[in-house]
């Protein structure tokens, strides 16, 4: 377990333990009215580590002793250069193991995990800006590990997947092969996801490859007269191939 992960789920006397023994280490302290990236220093942070990994720990909304010892007025102050820094972040201060376990543990607490919801959309937004001017391939695959440990470890909810699949034309979408990602983590029912008009046929056929689609439900679209020649096509040869 990495120090964040450490301080991220570490029950409320331990945390407070990690910080006092973190802020007695400090001899000259840089910025006496801004404690907290002195201890990040002291811990072998960035500050962002530190604040993400204290301010998704629920247990610190009962600490004001912690929030002192950081620096921070309240929990609200926290929250917000917390929030500031997991949506602008791309993979610098915050590492992609340090984003996968915040993933992996906001699902436990249904407070993050709403706030959770909030944050995804503009962060996501961000990478994505990013990876469009830079076609960066160490940005790609981060934001393909971040994609699919948003799926398959619970911070998603429906009304994220559904936002994500009304942009049908996505290059993202593309790229992360995201309807897939939806079915597998079952957010939505693949026989509501398969008859949607707006799920392209590529995206459809990939998911018959990869046989999530049973025989009987591909039978019953090629019945519905209103399909497009393109997609109807595509069942057709791959209903052919189920049947080999």
């Known amino acids: 377990m990495t120090l964040f992960e450490e301080l991220l789920t570490a029950p409320g006397e331990d945390l407070l333990k990690i910080l006092l023994k973190a802020a007695a280490r400090i001899r000259n302290p840089s910025e006496p009215n801004r404690p907290a990236r002195d201890i990040a220093k002291a811990l072998g942070l960035t500050h962002a580590q530190l604040v993400c990994a204290c301010g998704f720990n629920p247990a610190i909304r009962e600490l004001p002793d912690v929030l002192e010892i950081l620096g921070f007025p309240g929990y609200d102050a926290l929250a917000q250069t ?21 993933y992996l543990h906001v699902p436990k607490d249904m407070k993050l995990l709403q706030v959770m919801q909030y944050l995804l959309g503009t962060r996501l937004q961000h990478i994505e800006e990013r990876i469009e001017a830079t076609v960066n391939s160490l940005i790609i695959e981060r934001y393909k590990k971040e994609m699919r440990s948003i799926y398959n470890d619970g911070a998603a909810q429906i009304e ?13 979408r593309a790229l992360l092969n995201e309807v897939t990602m939806i079915v597998e983590s079952r957010l939505i029912p693949i026989g509501d996801i398969f008859f949607r008009d707006n799920i392209l046929p590529e995206e459809k056929r990939r998911l018959i490859i990869k046989r ?5 439900l591909v039978q019953t679209r090629l019945k519905d007269p209103g399909i497009s020649n393109q997609e109807r096509k595509m069942l057709e040869e791959q209903l052919l191939l189920i049947e080999q």
């Open 82 to 102: 917390r929030n500031r820094y997991f949506t602008t972040d791309i993979y610098d201060r915050l590492g992609i193991k340090d984003v996968l376990a915040v």
């Open 212 to 216: 999530l689609i049973p025989r009987a």
């Open 160 to 172: 994220f997947a559904e936002e994500r699949l009304a942009n049908t034309h996505s290059g993202f």
